[in-house]
């Protein structure tokens, strides 16, 4: 793997390495900021990346599915976001359709997550407006830590009794059937989440973007073509002007591109 941006004396001497970066490298690379008084820092008191893959031509997954269009170093970054995160949230439409499952401990950084004064796996966030969701799933019954469900305030009460019989938080985060995106966040960080990552879907994304909440996208460019007519990251209605965002960091490996975009 090779830092294209920034490049100083120090990465360009790591670039002509051939030694694959390790994780502890990655989560250098992929540290949060440092936040505000809950974290002890001086920056945001929460905040929210994105972590997505796209194609050449701008799909977001291949026949339904995003692994197609990955690869061994994109699944290692996965991985390590998710070890640096309190908490993932996540579509219904992607838990159905990706077949999420619990997060899962990882030796490798627990020492890392101790330190942080984190739980030894991030909580899974699913937001769903009709909470048709399979709660005999092993994300609801059989998680490390339980799992969250974001939903609205007129969410059908029997779907929210299924939720909680099934072992999972029934987080209410919007006023009407859906989910308010701003009030979500707040709602994770109240909890004590205020690392929070997303991985979509495109639908979810976009709300997230709409609501001007997102502070951080991570986007693999895959070197692949696939035609077809595949959603892109983000779904839904334009916004009224698009939002800037600046390059932080990037990354290549075997012609994969690993980016890092923060909001201007």
Known sequence: MRRLFPVTDETAARNRGEAEWSLAELAGAYAYPALGPEGGGGGPVVW???????????????????????????????????????????????????????????????????????????????????????????????????????????????????????GAQVVVAGDGVGVEPARAVRALAELGHTRLLTEGGPRLLGQLVAAEVLDELCLTVSPMLTVGDAQRITGGPSVAVPHRFGLVSLLEEDGFLFSRYQRS
């Open 48 to 166: 929210l990346r994105a972590n997505m893959v796209s194609t050449l031509d701008g799909a977001g997954q291949h026949e339904g599915h995003s692994q197609p269009i990955s690869s061994v170093a994109d699944m290692r970054i996965f991985g390590v976001l998710r070890a640096l995160a309190d908490v993932v949230v996540v579509g219904a439409q992607t838990v159905r359709q990706e077949g999420y499952r619990p997060a899962r401990a990882r030796a490798e950084f627990a020492g890392m997550r101790a330190a942080a004064g984190q739980g030894p796996a991030p909580a899974i966030a699913v937001v769903s407006a009709s909470l048709n969701l399979d709660f005999t799933l092993p994300l609801f019954t059989s998680p490390l830590v339980p799992t969250l469900v974001l939903t609205g305030a007129a969410a059908a009460p029997d779907r929210i009794a299924a939720a909680e019989k099934a």
